[in-house]
């Protein structure tokens, strides 16, 4: 059953409201602006009806700081009063009344406005159930996109195996533990974390636009031949841009944009493709960097053998103020626990 407050300082309209009203619905009441308050700490509403005029507070007045409260804002509220001014019932309803009833209720009439109200208010919470449904289905579409563009990388070049699955794993594990020590508190929200996680995954989508010949190539890579491995940087930050557009979440494709075009930059400001240096770098980048280079280390490539971890790890411990920022080298040495399993 519905529950429906009435905020009323007249015993007598308080009285003639909640016999017309408690047949249908769950009637609670309260006598002052004050008192209504105190109230909605304690108990959420499905409809609430204020008298225009209570002896501590104008009923608009009153509305307008309940709709303020996140958690109240969209209660419903029906305006009661004595005046039948259609300037005032204009005003009302201006200012976020669903409805505007004049004193003395017909009952019918109360009714019907009130069920009208509830049966809207149906509505709309059925409907925002149904969009928060297709957000999700979206949302679940990226993912799949996220998947398909990295083992389309994966597929190319065997010798990176699990690379990006890897690398994806670091970065979550890194920036969780940053936000424990305190790091970047006012970048570090949930919604980043889960943007630079879902993120992750397509930091080398420009190795797309990469030879097999380069790609794949078992020797050293001639300096012509690694100019155009760098520019798997810059071609991936080119692809995000255009292929995702329109993608929901803004904040996660800026996210990937920066992490697949600047992972390659260097704390000192000597790494590709721009050179950039310190805070400069997206701190998506930044993180994914550590990660990046560690995997590349314990892994075995068609070029090279697989580092042991000690030696790995004392890369990047090394790379501290240099190549990495100090702050991530140490979180992600104090994750090495983590980082092994």
């Not at 009637?27 to 909605?40: A, H, K, Q």
């Not at 240099?322 to 080298?329: A, G, H, K, L, M």
Request: proline share 4%; with cysteine; glycine share 4%.
């Amino acid at each position: 059953m519905k529950r429906i407050l009435i905020a009323d300082s007249s015993k007598v309209n308080l009285t003639i409201a909640r016999q017309t009203l408690s047949a249908d619905y769950i009637t609670d009441w309260t006598m002052s602006g004050s008192e209504t308050m105190r109230y909605l700490i304690k108990v959420l509403p499905d409809l609430i009806l204020i008298d225009l005029h209570l002896p501590d507070i104008n009923g608009i007045e009153l509305m307008q700081q309940i709709h303020s409260i996140p958690s109240l804002s969209k209660t419903p509220v029906m305006i009661l009063s004595d005046s039948s001014s259609k300037e005032t019932e204009i005003e009302c309803i201006e200012k976020g009344a669903a409805d505007y009833i004049s004193k003395p209720y017909i009952k019918k009439i109360m009714l019907g406005r009130i069920a009208r109200i509830l049966e809207l208010e149906d509505y709309r919470k059925n409907l925002e159930d149904v969009i928060k449904s297709k957000t999700r289905q979206i949302e679940h579409m990226q993912n799949k996109i996220i998947l398909s563009f990295a083992n389309i990388i994966e597929s190319r070049d065997d010798s990176t195996g699990q690379h990006v699955k890897r690398t994806s794993a670091f970065v979550k594990s890194v920036v969780y533990a940053m936000k424990k020590h305190g790091y970047y508190t006012d970048i570090l929200s949930n919604q980043y974390i889960e943007s630079i996680c879902q993120s992750a995954p397509l930091h080398d989508i420009g190795k797309i636009s990469i030879s097999d010949t380069i790609l794949c190539k078992p020797g050293k890579l001639t300096p012509e031949e690694f100019e155009i491995m760098k520019s798997h940087t810059t071609a991936g930050g080119k692809i995000l841009s255009e292929t995702l557009t329109g993608i929901e979440g803004e904040n996660y494709l800026m996210l990937a944009k920066d992490m697949a075009m600047y992972h390659h930059e260097k704390w000192n400001g000597t790494g590709y493709p721009k050179g950039l240096s310190g805070q400069d770098i997206p701190l998506c980048a930044r993180i994914m960097a550590v990660a990046d280079v560690f995997d590349a280390l314990i892994s075995k490539r068609c070029y090279k053998e697989a580092m042991p971890l000690d030696k790995a790890f004392a890369i990047i411990s090394e790379s501290k103020g240099t190549q990495f920022e100090p702050c991530i080298v140490d979180t992600f040495l104090d994750i090495r626990p983590e980082i092994e399993d």
